[in-house]
């Protein structure tokens, strides 16, 4: 159980950090598979 308490946090650590850039390359590309905003096109001057 003591060696738990130690092995525990290395484990946690790189899968947590794996979790997080997975999440983020998620939500970025969702925001690249929007059409980008075109300025003249969508309001006329």
């Given at each position: 159980m003591?060696q738990?308490?130690?092995?525990?946090?290395?484990?946690?650590?790189?899968?947590?950090?794996?979790?997080?850039?997975?999440?983020?390359?998620?939500?970025?590309?969702?925001?690249?598979?929007?059409?980008?905003?075109?300025?003249?096109k969508?309001?006329?001057?």
């Open positions: 003591n738990l308490l130690y092995v525990l946090p290395v484990l946690v650590c790189p899968i947590g950090m794996a979790l997080m850039m997975w999440f983020m390359m998620r939500s970025r590309h969702s925001a690249d598979a929007q059409p980008p905003y075109n300025v003249n969508d309001h006329p001057r």
